[in-house]
């Protein structure tokens, strides 16, 4: 299941897992962005990510993943977070200033511009994926045979 994109959070997720050369091409027809004064400027670390077995046993430690994060203001006061994974400076700062943008009065344009083309490719993608899947299903019977009772 995946988070509504015209909440916060569904178009932070959208902007997260967007391919960075994809939100960099949505946002140029934006036209020029919007001067901003860092809060936190792009930094790079990592985060332990957690799973779970079949998504209800005890929580266990998977491994580290690389993360760029990165906080700014818009003029107007407005602020954008974005986490984004790899080492992309690039696409944080993107994901950021779209996130602001989508606070401000400029929300429409940017969900149509931005965030409705990236939700339609990325539901693209999840279909594929089933398609792809689907396509090696196997099913298994049983046949009832004759001197069982």
């Known amino acids: ?14 902007l997260a897992r967007a391919p960075a050369a994809r939100l960099a091409e949505l946002t140029e027809t934006l036209g020029p962005l919007p001067a901003h004064e860092w809060l936190r400027r792009p930094e ?14 005890a929580a266990f430690n998977l491994g580290e993943m690389t993360v760029t994060r990165c906080a700014l203001k818009l003029a107007d006061g407005t602020v954008g977070h974005a986490y984004v994974q790899g080492r ?15 606070q401000t009065d400029r929300a429409e ?26 396509a090696t299903r196997v099913e ?3 046949m009832v045979r004759g001197e069982d009772p």
């Open 1 to 14: 299941m995946t988070a509504d994109p015209a909440t916060r959070p569904g178009w932070m997720s959208l």
């Open 44 to 57: 790079t670390g990592g985060v332990m990510v957690r799973g779970r077995m079949g998504g209800t046993g």
């Open 88 to 102: 992309d400076r690039r696409h944080a700062t993107q994901a950021a200033l779209a996130d602001a943008l989508l």
């Open 109 to 134: 344009e940017v969900m149509d511009a931005v965030i409705t083309p990236l939700a339609r490719e990325a539901a693209e993608r999840r279909a594929t994926r089933a398609e792809k899947a689907a």
């Open 140 to 142: 298994f019977f049983t």
